[in-house]
Structure formats: C-alpha cells, structure tokens
C-alpha cells in the first residue's frame, strides 16, 4: 500500500502546476523569435538589393518570416495564458 502512495505521489509532483517563474520561458522564446524575424527581413532586403534576387528568393523568405511570426504569436499568448 505504501508503495501505491509513493508511486501516486511522485506521478502529483511530476504533473502539478509549475510556478509562475516558469512562464518567462515563453516570453523569452518570443523575443527570440522576434529578433531572428528582424534579423531576417534586414538579411533579405539587404541581399535581395545588392544581389538582384529573383522572386522566388523573396517568396522563401516571406514564408519563413511568417512562421517566424506565428512561433511569435503563439508564444506571447502562451506568455499572457500563463502569466494570468
């Protein structure tokens, strides 16, 4: 019987709530996100001017800076959720 409670109460503590100071990982991971965005859009104007690109050059970057965007957005609300 003591080992069903042991067992029961380390599966409590594996699956309990985190504390609040764990919600900063998102909000982290959103700047994160938000920079390399930044980065990228000055990478592809920069490049996209000097070296004359093609459209499908522009066509890659808008799609990887709109997952940028979403892997932005999902964090801040993931932030806002866990913040409140």
């Known amino acids: 019987m003591e080992i069903t ?3 029961s109460n380390a599966m409590d503590a594996a699956v ?3 504390d609040k100071s764990y ?3 998102f909000y982290i991971l959103a700047i ?3 920079v390399i965005f930044a980065i ?3 990478t592809t104007v920069y490049v996209g001017i000097t070296k004359k690109m ?3 050059f522009y066509a890659i970057a808008f ?3 709109s997952q940028l965007l979403l892997i932005y957005l999902q ?3 993931l932030y806002n959720m866990c913040s409140r």
């Open 16 to 18: 309990a709530p985190l």
């Open 75 to 77: 964090n801040r609300l």
């Open 63 to 65: 799609i990887y800076s």
């Open 23 to 25: 919600c900063y990982y």
């Open 32 to 34: 994160i996100s938000i």
């Open 40 to 42: 990228l859009i000055m």
């Open 54 to 56: 093609k459209f499908s």
């Open 5 to 7: 409670q042991d067992i």
